[in-house]
């Protein structure tokens, strides 16, 4: 099973960026897809972005799309999402987590998370 730690979130402005990480313990990272997911307070979890084993086919959210973008290195078993003109509803707790063959749905046990604040 995978183990999954997200770092990099914080207080941004409205147009700003952050780039949050996942890093990944175990070998299996390497042939699973992966996503990111965010929990506003209130809010159920939602599905942002995902990407395939290879990083090669990559699928977001209506809402961050042209905005965020994920990438993986899989020598460095790490996953990546770059936050780019964050807006004040991009605020949320954001998560990583392997996916199923949907590359939406996640399964596989949740980390701490890292918050992500925008301010407006």
Excluded: H
Excluded at 59 to 73: C, E, L, N, P
Excluded at 96 to 119: A, E, H, I, L, R
């Amino acid at each position: 099973q995978v183990q999954l730690v997200e770092s990099g979130g914080g207080l941004a402005q409205a147009g700003g960026s952050l780039k949050l990480s996942c890093a990944a313990s175990g070998r299996t990272f390497r042939t699973n897809a992966m996503g990111w997911f965010r929990q506003a307070p209130g809010k159920e979890r939602e599905f942002v972005a995902s990407i395939s084993w290879s990083g090669g086919t990559t699928y977001y959210a209506d809402s961050v799309k042209g905005r965020f973008t994920i990438s993986r290195d899989n020598a460095k078993n790490t996953m990546f999402l770059q936050m780019n003109s964050l807006k004040p509803e991009d605020t949320a707790v954001y998560y990583c987590n392997t996916v199923w063959s949907d590359f939406t749905k996640p399964f596989g046990s949740w980390g701490q998370g890292t918050q992500v604040t925008v301010s407006s």
